[in-house]
């Protein structure tokens, strides 16, 4: 399996690192696109370097690099992940705006049928927000607010993404053990 994993300028980047460590050991191959913004809360947020966050996925593409593979509909991927999403993201997936690689990457898996989960982080949401997103999920996308639960009592902020990062796992069908499932 193939996947692009974008990680966006919002808050939660935390959530994106954690994915890909969590398809890495799952074997996955990860196309990693980094906005300019999730670059620096990289920095801000976390204990990693942006060095260490690259080398976890298999092949890095630029934010601007249009002509990265993956900006191809005919190149051979199974699905994408937006981890956080900004909603000045989610507007440009919805709208079809594909002016960099990450809504260019977005926009190739609405039209070819493909898996795209864009995981808002977000709160609250303006109304024109809460419309693109529907218009995502009409499109056939899948919208996962990084919303995690707390019926497996976490401890701490790894147990709340390892509840989100099991659920994104859930839906492209790799099995996982990150979160105690209800019984």
Known sequence: MKLVVAI???SGVGY???????LKEAKIETHLVLSEWAEKLI???TNYKLAEVKKLA???HGYKDMAAAISSSSFSIDGMIVCPATVKTVSEIANAHSGNLISRAADNML???KKLVVCIRETPLSGPC???LAKIAKYGGIVMPLSPGFYHKPKSIK???A???GKIQDIFSIKNNKFKRWE
């Open 8 to 10: 966006c300028g919002a």
């Open 16 to 22: 994106g690192i954690e994915l890909l460590k969590a």
């Open 43 to 45: 920095e801000e947020e």
């Open 58 to 60: 298999d092949k890095c």
């Open 111 to 113: 039209k070819t049928r």
């Open 130 to 132: 809460l419309e693109n």
């Open 159 to 161: 147990d709340l993404e």
């Open 163 to 165: 509840f989100i990062i």
